[in-house]
């Protein structure tokens, strides 16, 4: 790893920018963006993108996002107390002058969980019913019940985790350890994208994985599951790939003849990025055909793995995508938003995930891999120990909420078989070592060799960064 | 004094080409603006600096009251001193205690920095203010050895410099090359063969200054600089936040396209965005135009608050205005006085209080995001008009005849007005509803908001704008009319500077003022300060005149050169900021579909400018797999016939899921005011241009163009192919490989007849009847290489 510039830095960074200023160059320096954009402003050692701050623990992240707002409650973070005060009011102390979304106006009770909990792992974490295979993993993962946020409802939520502002226009993690990192694969982008849960719950926005103000280069490529794995890679009817080959041949020699008359080297990168898209037109499709994948993946994935556009389906991408060093690779699961009917609603999202979770991080740790991946598992929010809609314990719902939740991270320098921080009897608040994400950020990148106050981009005449003026590495949760 | 200058600031620039600073510079006289407040703005104002909350010991070094004063017995400068002046001392300390900035800050200057400070003290400490804050005066063109070069007075500007750094401009393009350049420019559209060849065969004197006032005077003038200005409007057709609604906000594109087109002059196209709605007795056209700030994105969420949301738009409406009029970054003045430039969090909210008075249904979705007007189209208006009469003529009758008229009469007559009535009604429903501005009648009272909280109210605060920037004119309400009246007086110090730079920025692809959102002191200072200023005075000038600012622009030899870069000069100015060629970059999203539209014939021409929005072709599911749950428009239904080939300004803006092909050109999503747009590189662009849809029926369309024109004659069919997208004939090399690459894949379709048929029934658009279809896909092939080579996708 190249920690340290040399002096001829600035011709270094010119020609690297001329001759890989694509998305997927291969310097581990986020540098095409500094001559892009912001040669003047960035070149002070102290604001260097692309320096590696620490000696990384993590290579790559795949982030299972879970969006909607899983319930803590029902899941990570038990609350007897709930149960023994069901459908009462909560004590006007914790609740006076905090936000809710939309149990604005309505009365707050107490709304315990149906679900029972057992211990498990070296820390003794309590963890629900509804996830047994995650249970089966409390060794390998560290749970955090103090997850924080500022913002109450999905929209600004989502992009609060992603991006460390509820505004849109920033970039997000994924963009961020693009720009600072590189890519570490000639074949595939550094930063890719797989949905799952389709056509139920909250809505997605593209910007979730988009650069913000950094170079469009470094947003997320989604890879999808029907029509083309990523989107207009497919030749058009009737073109074969002998065919598309000699069209891009004769798109070549054309654009050298030109190159050769105006000298201009931007064609130089426009004759560079043809030839990466023509080996990603066989490097997506090969990777996202899992159909070749021997019968034991299935026995650890299960069989809905065999769906395309399933979260099982794509933890086992992931997985692909990480064996081929791929930097980010951020999951987005629907459907968490369960504000009422939740034990139908969270049994449904428990049953796609949970078993997939395990095997995607028992599969990297028999690979190899779990060492160096981070995994990440976390909604936007959490969800109200308030009942919403109605108390009865077959039908119960929960509001968003922002002041406490729970997510778990394993792998990559994370703590194996940890818990960190603690809530409230009443699970409103955090009580210990809260997480805020602008910490969980600054761990992430921490981990990943950057220090969170030296990875910065000037845009609009002002130095941003992923953790904005905040953020504290958690040492609690490292090896 | 004004020839010094320049000597001065050409040889800082050399210094700063060479890299490092230092010694050629070190005897003449420091300019404080130009090299001494970079230094302290990005080392000092963060604690010494506007906010007032953050300053350390009480010390101010933005100002030329605090940077002289004399506290507790420190001076910060000693004009004439530097051993004296605390800020040497403090710089070139060795205690980690004293030594400033402070280690903890991770600041440090350089001993070249701390070399020009104490030139700057020792030549004694001339201050000055921020050069984008002083009022711009037109500076005497210069002269230069070579005049000949010299069409008009930027040349002057750009060409003295060249001299100074003994470097000579490129020679003027060939004509095809300008025709393509000024179409794509001032259209965004290619030129025809015909238009090309008749602007060779002019050889007036006055050609080009007449395909200007041509292009000028073309309707998709406006259109193509509808695409820029919308980035600042954040013009969208959706709600944005959340589950990201539809909305109907076209007659604002419209509204804008037309403005360009009637050239309307920029202060009152200003004025007509900012307040059309409070001009006396405002025309529908000017409350069209007051949509700018009903453009933003809003949330229908439930569950969300309906204050936070208020205050987030107005707060929109804030940025909105200071980027694209003011041309620097207010949003740091949301949360905190501004660290580098002086405005302050109560001049934040001074402004948020012209834009927080809008009696909007917050949390509703577009179509009920009152106020609303009805927005008729000018054919609307008319026919509007006519049925209107025919009620009056209707009940103007029955009035007049009643009393005699048989029973049987005035039964039929009062069905005959009922009915239309009834017409009328229906009529007046269907037209475009539009979400305009409007103020509550009594003013709200406006709080600071502590940290940009909306719940924590602090100081209330009136509408007003910046001390550092002057004040409202005297004798207005203060309002949003009395803001844009100030935006727009002429001695305003970054109105026009910000819009020259603009169009400069459209034209070259960088400002001159590279950061064109800020032109604060965080933000490029000008390569060409004096230029920038004489084009402002000039903007002024001539009336705010934007045509006559582009045709002074792109008929200076500066812009006639060629592009061809030497490898001597792509290393001396790599980004071209000497402008010693001309500017050769990818066309804009918009324009690398129009170009691709044009050159097939596919574009659609039967109709003039405007209309609602369309949906040309897009992958089928794209909307239903990010779409909320339940949203109605889940499905992207996509259009038919002509709307599939309306240029790339008329398309759907879906925030949420922008349509991809914009998207992968670097297309904002305009969820926030956008300034300038990054050019990328990227394999993605590669399979749009190879792939698409769109694309790929553009490349059979040509194909069957060609092919219909010149059958049998592969060579003469080339010839027009890249006549229609490149403006030249294929050279020699070229036409070998195209042959060659049509005899190849020829050759395939010949033993894959089934392949061709379905290459061939790409897209709506019919086939060419009686073809042959192994030729015509052979020919396919070879348009889509067409249609992808860099030159074909690139301004020259």
Redesign the interface.
């Known amino acids: 790893m190249n920690l340290t510039l040399s002096p001829d830095f600035h011709q270094q960074l010119t020609r690297r920018a001329f001759l890989g200023r694509g998305a997927f160059g291969l310097g581990t320096l986020g540098l095409s963006s500094l001559l892009q954009e912001n040669l003047a402003a960035n070149t002070s050692a102290a604001r260097q993108g692309g320096v590696l701050h620490y000696v990384p623990r993590a290579k790559r992240i795949i982030f299972l996002f879970m969006s909607g707002g899983p319930s803590q409650i029902d899941l990570f973070d038990p609350k007897p107390k709930l149960n023994e005060l069901n459908g009462q009011p909560m004590p006007a102390s914790l609740v006076k002058n905090e936000r809710v979304a939309q149990l604005q106006g309505k009365p707050l009770l107490c709304m315990g969980s149906r679900y029972k909990f057992a211990r498990y792992g070296p820390a003794g974490v309590d963890i629900s019913e509804l996830l047994p295979w995650t249970a089966k993993m409390a060794d390998d993962i560290t749970v955090i019940r103090s997850m924080q946020t500022e913002a109450i409802n999905h929209d600004p939520a989502v992009t609060f985790m992603q991006t460390g502002n509820a505004q849109p226009g920033r970039p997000v993690m994924g963009s961020w350890l693009s720009y600072g990192l590189g890519s570490n694969n000639r074949d595939l982008p550094a930063f890719v994208v797989l949905v799952s849960g389709i056509g139920s719950g909250q809505n997605l926005h593209t910007r979730y994985w988009g650069s913000g103000f950094l170079p469009t280069v470094h947003q997320g490529v989604q890879f999808r599951s029907s029509g083309d794995p990523v989107l207009f890679v497919s030749n058009p009817p009737g073109m074969s790939p002998e065919v598309r080959r000699r069209i891009l041949d004769g798109v070549r020699d054309v654009n050298r003849q030109k190159l050769d008359a105006v000298g201009d080297p931007e064609i130089a990168t426009r004759i560079e990025q043809y030839e990466m898209a023509w080996r990603m037109q066989t490097s997506v499709p090969d990777l996202m055909d899992n159909s070749k994948e021997p019968a034991s993946v299935y026995e650890l994935y299960g069989e809905e793995a065999k769906t395309p556009g399933t979260f099982a389906a794509n933890c086992l991408l992931a997985r692909k995508l990480a064996e081929r060093d791929v930097r980010f690779i951020q999951l987005y699961h629907r459907d968490w938003d369960h504000h009422d009917q939740l034990p139908d609603g969270i049994a449904k999202e428990c049953r796609h995930v949970d078993r997939a979770g395990y095997a995607l991080v028992q599969d990297l740790k028999q690979r190899g891999l779990l060492d160096d991946t981070i995994v990440l598992w976390s909604g936007e929010f959490g969800r109200t120990p308030m009942s919403q809609s109605n108390t009865s314990y077959e039908t119960y719902g929960r509001d968003h909420h922002m002041k406490a939740f729970s997510a778990w991270v394993a792998g990559g320098g994370f703590k194996a078989g940890g818990l960190v921080g603690a809530t409230d009897e009443l699970g409103f608040s955090v009580a210990t070592d809260r997480v805020h994400i602008h910490d969980l950020h600054a761990t992430i990148l921490h981990l990943m060799g950057i220090d969170h106050t030296k990875l910065i981009y000037r845009s609009q005449g002002r130095d941003f960064r992923l953790t904005d003026v905040h953020g504290h590495v958690v040492k609690e949760l490292l090896v | 004094m004004k020839s010094g200058r320049r000597e001065i600031l050409a040889a800082a620039l050399l210094a700063s080409l060479a ?1 490092p600073t230092g010694a050629a510079a070190a005897d003449a006289a420091v300019d404080f603006d130009r090299e001494i407040r970079p230094i302290l703005s990005d080392n000092c104002f963060a604690c010494h600096g506007p906010d007032e909350n953050k300053r350390k010991a009480g010390r101010r070094l933005d100002t030329r009251e605090g940077i002289f004063a004399t506290k507790d017995g420190v001076t910060a400068v000693v004009p004439g001193q530097s051993d004296a002046s605390a800020l040497i001392q403090r710089a070139i300390s060795h205690d980690p205690d004293e030594v400033m900035p402070p280690p903890k800050s ?3 200057l350089t001993p070249a920095q701390i070399e020009r400070l104490r030139h700057w003290i020792d030549q004694g400490a001339d201050w000055q203010g921020h050069w984008a804050f002083e009022r711009p005066v037109r500076p005497a063109t210069p002269a230069v050895s070579d005049a000949a070069r010299v069409r008009n007075p930027i040349d002057a500007f750009v060409l003295e410099r060249l001299e100074k750094e003994k470097l000579a401009p490129q020679a003027e393009a060939e004509a095809r090359t300008l025709i393509r350049r000024l179409s794509l420019d001032l259209r965004g559209l290619p030129p025809t063969p015909v238009e090309v060849e008749s602007f060779i065969a002019d050889s007036d004197a006055g050609a080009h200054g007449a395909l200007v006032d041509r292009l000028l005077a073309s309707p998709h003038y406006g259109e193509r600089m509808a695409q820029m200005w919308l980035d600042l409007a954040r013009f969208a057709d959706s709600d ?5 609604t539809p909305r109907s906000m076209w007659r604002f594109r419209d509204y804008v396209i037309n403005a360009f087109n009637a050239n309307k002059p920029f202060d009152q196209f200003t004025v007509e965005q900012i307040a059309g709605d409070l001009l006396p007795d405002a025309t529908v056209e000017q409350r069209i135009a007051s949509a700018f700030h009903r453009n933003g ?1 809003t ?1 229908s ?5 309906a204050n936070e949301y208020a205050a ?1 738009y107005a707060v929109d409406r804030v940025n909105t205005t200071s ?1 694209t009029w003011l041309g ?2 207010l ?2 003045a949301e949360c905190h006085d501004h660290k ?1 430039d002086p405005f302050t969090t109560r001049e934040y909210y001074q402004l948020f209080a012209f834009f927080n008075q809008v009696p909007e249904n917050v949390l509703e979705r577009a179509i009920q995001g009152a106020p609303l007007m009805a927005a008729p189209t000018p054919e609307q208006e008319a026919q509007l008009g006519e049925l209107t009469g025919r009620v009056a003529a209707l009940e103007q009758h029955l009035k007049a005849h009643m009393p005699e008229a048989p029973a049987a009469a005035a039964v039929e007559l009062n069905k005959q007005l009922a009915a239309a009535n009834q017409a009328r009604q229906e009529f007046a429903k269907s037209l475009p509803q539009l979400r305009v501005m409007a103020d509550v009648p009594e003013p709200r009272p406006t709080h600071i908001l502590v940290r940009g909280d909306y719940r924590s109210l602090g100081e209330q605060v009136s509408p007003g704008v910046p001390a550092s920037l002057g004040k409202l004119p005297d004798g207005l309400k203060p309002n949003r009319l009395a803001l844009a009246r100030w935006l727009t007086r002429p001695q305003h110090p970054l109105t026009a500077r910000v819009m020259v730079n603009r169009l400069w920025q459209m034209i070259f692809g960088v400002g001159l003022v590279k ?1 064109s ?2 032109f ?5 200072r000008p390569r060409h300060p004096e230029l920038l200023d004489w084009l402002a005075v000039e903007f002024v000038e001539s009336g705010w005149n934007v045509k006559h600012m582009l045709k002074l622009i792109v008929t200076s030899a500066t812009y006639r050169q060629s ?5 001597g000069l ?1 290393e001396l100015d ?1 980004e071209n900021r000497l402008l010693a060629r001309g500017s ?3 066309l804009p999203a918009e324009t690398v579909r129009d170009n691709a539209l044009a050159v097939s014939g596919l574009l659609d021409r039967t109709r003039a400018v405007g209309g609602p929005s369309v949906k040309p072709y897009q ?4 909307w ?6 339940d ?1 109605a428009d ?1 499905t992207y239904v996509r259009d038919k016939g002509a709307d599939l080939y309306r240029r790339s300004v008329y398309t759907f803006w879906k ?4 349509y ?2 914009y ?2 050109f ?1 297309a904002p ?1 305009r ?2 005011c956008t300034a300038r747009r ?1 050019v ?9 241009l ?4 769109s694309f ?1 029926e553009a490349a059979r369309v040509l194909a069957q163009k060609v092919s219909a024109e010149h059958p049998e004659d592969f060579s003469k069919q080339l010839h027009r192919a890249f006549h229609l997208a490149l403006a030249r004939p294929p ?1 020699a ?2 036409a070998a ?2 042959e ?2 049509y005899h ?2 020829l050759a ?1 379709y010949r033993r ?1 007849s ?9 897209g709506d658009s019919p086939p060419l009847a009686g073809a042959d279809p192994a030729s015509l ?1 052979a020919w396919t ?2 348009a ?2 067409i249609l ?4 074909t996708v ?1 301004k ?1």
């Open positions: 890299l991770g600041k440090q944005g936040y959340h589950d990201d994105p949330s969420e439930g569950g969300a608050d987030k980027t620097v970054t949003q740091c580098y950061t959102e800020e604060g002191s965080q933000g490029e592009s061809k870069i030497s490898p792509l790599p050769r970059f990818r992958p089928g599911d794209l239903r797999e990010f779409s909320y749950g949203s889940k925030r949420s899921i922008l991809p092909s998207a992968i670097d999503n969820e926030v990054p990328t590189n990227t394999p993605l662009q590669a399979y749009v190879l792939n698409d849809e790929v050279s090399a070229e490989t195209m060659n690459l190849e894949t395939v894959q089934e392949a061709a048929a379905k290459l061939l029934a790409v896909a092939c070879v889509n290489a992808n080579f860099d030159e690139t020259e």
